[in-house]
């Protein structure tokens, strides 16, 4: 046994490393925040305390209404994205919808935020699809209605927008909760007490799955609020949302603005973690509530008579809603004239696709590199956590599992312009190096929750015979476990890839405008509204991470042909 | 991990070229052997797709020409690119930066000019410079009343043109009055780009020149003049035509690319743009309907020139003057006034000319919507760039906040 041990050596270090890396531009780009805010910043002759940026800020006139965006919009999204994927998980487990839903999740995960919001923004805008199918046969309309959709004051299509992207990644996350709490054991025993399926699973399961998901539920929640893509696309203008000004004031010419950025970068933390707080301290309301209505014993079977064909219609819904969004973002970058009520362009031009072709193969190249570097490294980095923690035979840590939620739990834009000043003072901003590691922060945790829970499912017993044979533990890792655990290998790394593939701010930020991948030209396209050209890169934005979802699919069953449990 | 790490810091501390004379246009033979090989980035706005493929063909030309190949750093807003080379010299990097060649003028060109930003003055050097019209077109030497003195050089003359669909629009409201008149009894269908986006803000000050006693106030600093007193009457019409704005001035559209798809949907039926090809462009490309034509102020509408200007630190300053000097050539300049092209308008003259060269010019058609020389009208001089800073604040604090 003395060999095995010592050669454990190599991974030992892998999870400090990994945790450095997550943890490291966080707390650095949070620094980089908090110093600025309070006016310190020699670079840019600031040298003494003072309260100037929050003055400045306070003196902003949108921020009230700017603040209240933030915390409607983002406890919105998260409140309806939970509701829909509780109601959907609850009503329709099971069926055969179930089935289809659950194999629509991958590609729906993979599709980059921004696409889908400019998808939606096509088929909601008063001359999007929607409008010209009811048009002028039902609603008279020759010409489109003078109705304020896009960008509307409340935030309703900035909150659709997110939550069209958050149903499926919360879905994920709960299905991959079930195995973990017995579910399908619960749901036999309230069913064989006469409960109804969806009262059943809400009294029984619910429960013991939040638990397991309250984290991406944070993690849903941080982002709605802060997020600045979407919002750029279908967010109101009179004013944006704090985390749109905030990179806004960080592109100004005047860079005395950027201490007013980090100012409201530091407030835009304050908010997340204050309405987490609160989110929190609705839980512990809710489950209080909930332990009576639980014991009350009703049986709730009328629920499901409801509830099914709901659940059925939103799901629908809402991938209709990216479905059709997706076709006219494919049919605008083809369109020639196409005006109003025409459902159908007048006429077709492959223009926009041979005018843009340089600028689209050029991002095409630098976002598969990043992609791919990013990706390759997280994946590295998540195996060796997850084989150090096989070898030293440790339970699954609570401060690890957190740690790697950190950058999915601090608002982007309250790290990032921070992490961007550092960047520029060393001399990395605007290089790929820079802009690969800020988006290894955020392509590892996806990477992580997409490997773990197979590669602690993985029988252990192969290592054991292995092991018997003679194998080292390096031989049983490279031999045994990872062709074993080829499928999720790689579908850990086309979920990293699409990460990467989706990052607008850590782009923009950090590459300085230099690095220009799909997203970033994707997103600068969408204040002109030009829907042929916006049709052209969102297509692009939407088909590199699905070319590189079909093809982890398809992996397993090349790499290993003869072997029938690879087969897709 | 510690050697790859140390080569990538020296690597970035290296990364910067040591320090070379500055190449000089007087001496357009050493420009050009050293420009060969370089890689020359020009910040350019991307906004319009015509555009983007003009900057290709130059590009392709530039390499044919003087192997200096282009790469376009496509910005959605040139403030961007002014803000980088501002970063950069806070940051300490006078030397290696990473804008070679800016498309530039009004505010971003006066507050690099006067922060000693740029490099220069180089424009009246260039062997091109010979054939610029600088009599017919003053605003090649004075941009927005401040003097160029050579550290841009001019590439294309702008006027602000008003777009209409003729179809919806039987007669064009050709002063400030009948504009206001038209909103009211058109509610909904006329917009501006929410400032300070430059259109829009380009809109307060054509508005302003209308209202104005005496436009001479406004080509001096704003600080220098009773500001209130000045715009008030901006902001009483703004007042009176908000209500009957698209979306009743709850939103507006972000810049100049999106209130021409606005026209395009039929959502409003008279835009405005700065550039007065770009209708007859935009309906060639089938992007705007045939029934669109344009139309200017009887008393004038705002003109100004565009610039390239090279940042004091750009790391390629000789293939940045090859390109400065290349996008004069008539050839060029011919093939940025062609209608199917961009329709902009040239800053050469005619008269200056080689035969075959003015033959380019006369052989091109204006386009179905393009207003001819003789109907364009007067250009308003460009305010001094401090009214558009204020008037795009107090536009913020007025109208930017929905109540």
Known sequence: ?568 | MTRPLLTLALAAVLGAAPALADPDPRNWDAVLDDARGQTVFWNAWAGDPRINAFIDAVGDELEARHGVRLNHVRLADTADAVTRVVAERSAGRDQGGAVDVIWINGDNFVSMKDGGLLFGAFAEDLPNWRFVDTEANPAVLSDFTVPVEGFGAPWAMFRMVFEYDSAAVAAPPRTLDALRDWIAANPGRFTYPQPPDFLGTSFLKQVLHMTVDDPAVLMAPAEDADYEAITAPLWEFLDEITPNLWRQGRAFPANEPALGQLLADGEIDIGFAFNPGRASAAIADGELPDTIRTFVFDAGTLGNSSFLSIPYNAANKAGALVLANLILDPEIQAMAQDPQVLGFNTVLGLDLLEPEDRARFEALELGIATLGPDELGAALDEPHPSWDTRLAEDWVARFGVAD
């Open chain 1, 1 to 568: 046994m003395a060999r095995p041990l010592r050669s454990a050596g190599w991974v030992r270090p892998v999870p400090a490393l990994t945790v450095l890396l997550l943890a490291g531009p966080v707390a650095a780009g949070l620094a980089g925040a908090l110093l600025p805010a309070f006016g310190w910043m020699p670079a840019l002759g600031g040298n003494a305390l003072s309260l100037d940026p929050w003055r400045r800020l306070a003196e902003w006139p949108g921020l009230v209404a700017a603040v209240r965006l933030s915390v409607v919009t983002g406890l919105g999204a998260t409140a309806i994205s939970l509701a829909i994927t509780l109601l959907i998980v609850a009503a329709l487990q099971g069926t055969r919808a179930f089935a289809l839903v659950t194999r629509a999740l991958a590609p729906l995960l993979s599709l980059p935020h921004a696409a889908a919001a400019f998808g939606l923004a096509f088929l909601i805008a008063p001359s999007g699809w929607v409008a010209r199918a009811v048009s002028p046969w039902a609603t008279g309309w020759e010409r489109p209605p003078d109705l304020l959709i896009l960008g509307d004051p409340a935030g309703l299509s900035l909150i659709a927008g997110l939550v069209v992207k958050e149903v499926p990644f919360l879905l994920l996350m709960t299905l991959a909760a079930l195995g973990q709490v017995s579910a399908a054991q619960r749901m036999t025993v309230a069913r064989s007490l006469g409960y109804g399926r969806v009262t059943g699973w809400v009294k029984t399961v619910l429960p013991a799955v939040y638990a397991q998901i309250r984290l991406p539920v944070y993690a849903v929640l941080a982002y709605s609020m802060s997020v600045v893509d979407v919002a750029l696309i279908l967010g109101p203008t009179r004013p944006p949302t704090l985390a749109v000004q905030i990179v806004d004031w960080m592109g100004q010419r005047d860079l005395s603005l950027r201490l007013v950025a980090a100012a409201g970068a530091v407030l835009q933390l304050a908010l997340v973690l204050g309405t987490l707080a609160l989110w929190h301290g609705a839980e512990r309301g809710l489950a209080r509530l909930g332990q009576g209505w639980a014991a009350g014993g009703g049986r709730g079977r009328g629920v499901d008579k409801v509830a099914r064909p709901l659940a059925l219609g939103v799901a629908g819904l809402a991938g209709a809603a990216v479905l059709l969004g997706l076709a006219g973002l494919a049919l605008w970058s083809v369109a020639g004239l196409w005006r109003f009520p025409d459902l159908w362009p007048a006429s077709f031009s492959a223009r926009h696709w041979q005018g843009q072709s340089r600028g689209v193969l050029d991002a095409v190249r630098t976002t598969a590199l990043v992609g791919v570097l990013a990706t390759a490294l997280a994946l590295a980095l998540v195996i060796g956590a997850l084989e150090a923690e096989f070898r030293a035979r440790a339970r699954p840590s609570r401060r690890f599992t957190a740690l790697v939620y950190l950058p999915l739990l601090v608002p982007q834009v309250a790290f990032l312009p921070g992490l961007t000043t550092l960047a520029l003072i060393v001399g990395l901003d605007g290089q790929v190096v820079a802009v690969t590691v800020a988006h290894l922060v955020f392509v590892l945790p996806y990477v992580y929750l997409a490997l773990a829970d197979p590669w602690r499912a993985w029988d252990t017993r192969c290592a054991t015979i292995a092991h018997s044979l003679g194998a080292g533990p390096g031989r049983v890792l490279w031999a045994v476990r990872l062709p074993m655990l080829t499928r999720a290998l790689a579908i850990a790394a086309a979920i990293g890839f699409a990460t990467s593939v989706a990052q607008y701010l850590p782009t923009l930020l950090l590459g300085a405008g230099r690095v220009e991948t799909l997203t970033t030209e994707a997103v600068a396209l969408a204040a002109g509204g030009n829907r042929r050209l916006i049709g052209v890169w969102a297509v692009m934005q939407m088909l590199l991470p699905l070319v590189v979802f079909v093809g982890a699919l398809a992996l397993p069953a090349l790499l290993f042909p003869r072997l029938k449990g690879m087969r897709a």
